[in-house]
């Protein structure tokens, strides 16, 4: 079994910032990628930044120069989030591709269970 933890959402007016955190616990032998995706109310999941094992990130880019995606450790993942907007708005979700040390196979539908961050204008 697979844990994932997220910390560090809540409420901001908009220039501010925020840090989210996660950590992932449980059956894991390696981690590939760790992610963090959002859904706004009536919109889907999207990506919002993505950070490989050898710290290479990607980002969506309407969060290119404002937020940061760096790793913990192994088995945690940071989300710097600088000059918010209200449509940053969002529940955000963590999101790990590892190995499973139980089964040897890897896994990719590993999701943290949200937290909420509110940008008001």
């Known amino acids: 079994q697979v844990k994932l933890v997220e910390s560090g959402g809540g409420l901001v007016q908009a220039g501010g910032s925020l840090t989210l955190s996660c950590v992932a616990s449980?059956?894991?032998?390696?981690?590939?990628?760790m992610g963090w995706y959002r859904q706004a109310p009536g919109k889907q999941r999207e990506v919002v930044a993505t950070i490989t094992s050898d710290d290479y990130a990607n980002y969506e880019d309407s969060v290119k120069g404002r937020f940061t995606i760096s790793r913990g450790g192994r088995d945690t993942v940071h989300l710097q989030m600088s000059m918010l907007k209200p449509e940053d708005t969002a529940v955000y979700y963590c999101?790990?591709?590892?190995?499973?040390?139980?089964?040897?196979?890897?896994?990719?539908?590993?999701w943290g269970q949200g937290t909420q961050v509110t940008v008001s204008s």
């Open positions: 999101n790990v591709d590892l190995v499973r040390s139980d089964t040897g196979t890897r896994s990719f539908d590993n």
């Open positions: 449980g059956s894991i032998m390696g981690i590939t990628v």
